[in-house]
């Protein structure tokens, strides 16, 4: 099958190729000959080659971001909102998982790197501000959700979120309050475990936490068994994802009658924590706010010159912390 080229469009449009060439960088063209030359263009088929432009402008219209994982809803919602900012602006982004791991992680930014993107958003990054330093990174780079010295970073306070939820649990419980998560933990979670036991400290309450392998997964039995050997009254769980699926196993089995009743909180305010039952008290960090920011940084390197750009976060109070 044949290639179509500019001088196709140029042949069927009855259009110059240097005024088609205007019109494919988004340079200056009348109403009437970008209607012409759009209505060529979907007509023929004819396909954009990138990569050329790239060879000649050195500017790929392309945005980085390197993401943990996709299972998370949470980085679902700032990869939508960056698509969104980012197309609003002509540009599109590229995605890189980095299943949490640090060399991984070096992989997928040589990946984006070799393409000549326009910018990098690292979200929950591994890499530290040693590494940020070696790697002499060009162009702009913003990290979402994890706090550097030598790259701008827009966050929430976590330590703050953790020792707020942490309170309003204890204000409708007396019993004993355990922060669930993994061993090996993001800085964000860390703080938000800070959190918790500073408020444990205050209350003048005992710290449980239970924590498990990514990769093997939850043993409920397990979990099931300290829960009650601590008389654990309410859980706080690292984030809404895996809170949710802690209050869905667990209430099955207090509605079969297997099981005492629980408390339940995370954070993040996914969308579905206000739409299972009981709806799901959460820490809301405004992730599309962090995002705008972040895209309005990227956008405006030079301008801002602080390092550290903090957005403020909301408690949502709902039923799976104040049943009675």
Known sequence: MKNITILDL???????????SRYLRGEGVSDEKS???ENTIIKTGY??????QLLRTSKSNLIGVLVPDLDNPFFLTIIKRLDQLAYVEGKSIVIKTTDSDYERELTALAFLRGFRVDGIFFCRSELDDKKIEELNITVPFISIDKKFETMKSVVSNNFTNGYTLTNHVFENTSENVMF???IKESSSVKERIAGYKQSCKEMNKD???YTYKRKKGVDFDRLCKYILDNNIGA???????EAIKLQSYLNNLYY???FRRLRFAGFDNIRLSNHILPKLTTIDQNIENMCNTAYEILKNYED??????IEESELFIRESTIWR
């Open 10 to 20: 140029e042949k069927v449009s009855g259009i110059s190729k240097s005024t088609i």
């Open 35 to 37: 209607k012409i030359i």
């Open 47 to 52: 396909i954009k080659n990138n990569f050329a």
């Open 180 to 182: 669930f998560s993994r």
């Open 207 to 209: 710290i449980f936490s």
């Open 235 to 241: 859980i706080i769980s690292r984030n809404d994802n």
């Open 256 to 258: 079969n009658n297997k």
């Open 304 to 309: 801002y010159k602080e390092n550290i750009y």
